[in-house]
């Protein structure tokens, strides 16, 4: 199967959302919650993540998680990944709760489209503060992709998390798996990059990015992904953005839907006047109106 098909296939399969003047999203993906070992790249930038939760949910957004939420490449135990990020899982149960929680899976992720290890592993969590399970995702399915339906202009956004453009990454994902968990985990640990990783190989990076963008082309859709850890603005001409990822060492980034715009944001560490410091939100480049991309 060609690079387009296995992207073309995923949003036969999508779930299909609105998208007017009112709707209000925050795309965020590339978590990699972890165990809380050394390869837990996560935990560095937890707070920003709960700063960014609680900033979206207290302003009506409805958070959609682009893949690879969670390392399950690296990690065998979802119960310990749940354990080490109580508060990150209890700010997501808040928005399942409120309707307003949908995910896509992604490489790392994969084994979230299947519905029985989602119910086995996702139904409940452990709340820390209650001393006592409580609900996360039940009933949740976890999808390939997400349209976002123009209901105005027609100029719908398609969500997808990227994989597909790279083949040892979709269908070979049980062998990259295998090579991440038992050999370059343990490379990564003293300083040996994975070369498999698009977004670790500038190369790889390089060519994923190329084909989801031409996708979004010649296809005449604007599509926004993540997987290549590379945030990436939309702008007028190019169709093509990219969320970043919540690991990288100066942040998080994700990309914002309000009023039908599109904005690139990142949360960092700042430090106010009197050296106290604090998350601060930050628009990357010029935010992008839908009306505005040439299809």
Not at 51 to 60: K, P, Q, S, T
Not at 146 to 173: C, E, V
Not at 221 to 247: D, E, F, K, R, W
Request: one cysteine or more; a neutral charge; charged letters at 25%.
């Amino acid at each position: 199967m060609s690079f387009a098909s296995r992207i073309s296939e995923a949003f036969d399969q999508a779930l299909k959302l609105p998208l007017d003047d009112r709707s209000r999203y925050i795309l965020l993906g590339d978590c990699h919650r972890g165990t809380g070992n050394a390869n837990d790249n996560f935990l560095k930038n937890e707070y920003l993540y709960l700063a960014a939760l609680h900033y979206y949910f207290n302003r009506g957004f409805t958070y959609l998680e682009l893949g690879d939420g969670d390392e399950l490449w690296e990690n065998r135990s979802i119960q310990k990944i749940k354990e080490m990020h109580r508060h990150s899982f209890d700010m997501m149960a808040k928005f399942y709760a409120a309707g307003r929680f949908f995910g896509i899976y992604g490489n790392h992720d994969i084994v979230k489209k299947n519905p029985a290890f989602m119910e086995k592993h996702f139904h409940s969590y452990y709340c820390e503060h209650a001393m006592c399970e409580r609900p996360l995702f039940p009933d949740i399915v976890f999808y390939p992709a997400i349209i976002l339906q123009d209901s105005m202009r027609k100029k719908d956004i398609y969500l997808i998390h990227g994989h597909q453009a790279d083949p040892l990454n979709s269908t070979f994902w049980p062998l990259s798996r295998f090579l991440v968990r038992y050999v370059w985990k343990a490379l990564e640990s003293i300083g040996v990059p994975d070369p498999t990783s698009a977004a670790k190989n500038n190369k790889k990076k390089k060519q994923s990015e190329e084909i989801l963008s031409a996708w979004a082309k010649e296809n005449h859709h604007i599509l926004i992904s993540g997987h290549t850890h590379h945030p990436m603005a939309g702008t007028p001409a190019s169709p093509y953005l990219n969320t970043g990822s919540c690991i990288h060492p100066s942040g998080i980034t994700g990309i914002e839907i309000e009023n039908r715009c599109l904005a690139l944001v990142k949360w960092s560490i700042a430090a106010r006047d009197d050296l106290s410091l604090f998350a601060s939100r930050e628009i990357l480049g010029e935010p992008v109106c839908v009306d505005e991309i040439s299809l």
